[in-house]
């Protein structure tokens, strides 16, 4: 497990290091932590995405956790992220983003059973989330399972749920990247399909489980056939 603590406190990052190498002793867990002090350089990091991230609200006058952590939510949907404070009035301020636990500095020994129990289950599970800015600016976060097709039309993605439709300025191509690989696939420079959604494949065009009809484009015909079947055959193993 990829784990990272951000606090502009160098004592305190020492310390909260301390605690997590002696409860993973005691568990017999190998995590993989880093330390930062510098958000800039967290959000630099070129590397497997964090599984886990400890993170502080206050970071000197400029920089506030919460809206890095809105930063990490798009960059890193499948990152969990714990809030670490010494003020309890940000309690309600955090929802604004993903977050798996709020936790006081003074509590952070006591709170970590909890907490690695709560991300372990989360990991073990394969929550699939997808973080993304909807077109007004708000955060939203999907649970992958309900996307049915993404669709760019004009200076917006359409993200078509089973219950509703949101827009997106992000563009098909990046957002691709942060689906959950395999489920996801391209089969038009502007549509992205959930493979389990799909009901039918005919020659240039999806019939899809809710009865849209998707296009395929001439050029991802057979790319997308070989991909679906591939898909269709590793589902049957499971």
């Given at each position: 497990m990829r784990i990272a603590v951000c606090d502009d406190n160098k004592n305190w990052l020492d310390q909260a290091s301390a605690i997590i190498h002696m409860f993973a002793?005691?568990?017999?867990?190998?995590?993989?932590l880093f330390l930062f002090s510098d958000t800039d350089v967290l959000l630099q990091e070129q590397k497997e995405p964090f599984d886990l991230i400890f993170m502080d609200i206050v970071l000197g006058r400029e920089k506030n956790g919460i809206q890095i952590v809105k930063m990490i939510n798009e960059?890193?949907?499948?990152?969990?992220?714990?809030?670490?404070?010494?003020y309890l009035g940000y309690a309600m301020d955090v929802y604004e983003t993903e977050h798996v636990w709020f936790v006081l500095k003074s509590q952070f020994k006591d709170r970590l059973p909890v907490v690695f129990e709560k991300v372990k289950h989360r990991l073990e599970h394969?929550?699939?989330?997808?973080v993304f800015t909807a077109s007004d600016q708000e955060i939203v976060t999907l649970d992958c399972g309900k996307i049915r097709y993404l669709e760019r039309s004009g200076r917006?993605?359409?993200i078509v749920t089973e219950d509703r439709v949101y827009y997106t300025r992000d563009k098909i191509a990046p957002l691709l990247e942060r689906l959950p690989a395999g489920d996801f696939l391209r089969c038009h420079s502007s549509y992205i399909v959930y493979l389990p959604a799909v009901q039918s494949i005919q020659k240039d065009r999806l019939l899809m489980k809710d009865g849209s009809v998707?296009?395929?484009?001439?050029?991802?015909?057979?790319?997308?056939?070989?991909s679906f079947l591939e898909w269709a055959a590793s589902r049957r193993q499971l």
């Amino acid at each position: 497990m990829r784990i990272a603590v951000c606090d502009d406190n160098k004592n305190w990052l020492d310390q909260a290091s301390a605690i997590i190498h002696m409860f993973a002793e005691e568990n017999g867990l190998q995590p993989v932590l880093f330390l930062f002090s510098d958000t800039d350089v967290l959000l630099q990091e070129q590397k497997e995405p964090f599984d886990l991230i400890f993170m502080d609200i206050v970071l000197g006058r400029e920089k506030n956790g919460i809206q890095i952590v809105k930063m990490i939510n798009e960059r890193w949907p499948a990152c969990q992220i714990v809030y670490l404070t010494n003020y309890l009035g940000y309690a309600m301020d955090v929802y604004e983003t993903e977050h798996v636990w709020f936790v006081l500095k003074s509590q952070f020994k006591d709170r970590l059973p909890v907490v690695f129990e709560k991300v372990k289950h989360r990991l073990e599970h394969g929550l699939n989330l997808f973080v993304f800015t909807a077109s007004d600016q708000e955060i939203v976060t999907l649970d992958c399972g309900k996307i049915r097709y993404l669709e760019r039309s004009g200076r917006l993605t359409s993200i078509v749920t089973e219950d509703r439709v949101y827009y997106t300025r992000d563009k098909i191509a990046p957002l691709l990247e942060r689906l959950p690989a395999g489920d996801f696939l391209r089969c038009h420079s502007s549509y992205i399909v959930y493979l389990p959604a799909v009901q039918s494949i005919q020659k240039d065009r999806l019939l899809m489980k809710d009865g849209s009809v998707i296009i395929i484009s001439r050029s991802y015909q057979k790319e997308f056939r070989r991909s679906f079947l591939e898909w269709a055959a590793s589902r049957r193993q499971l």
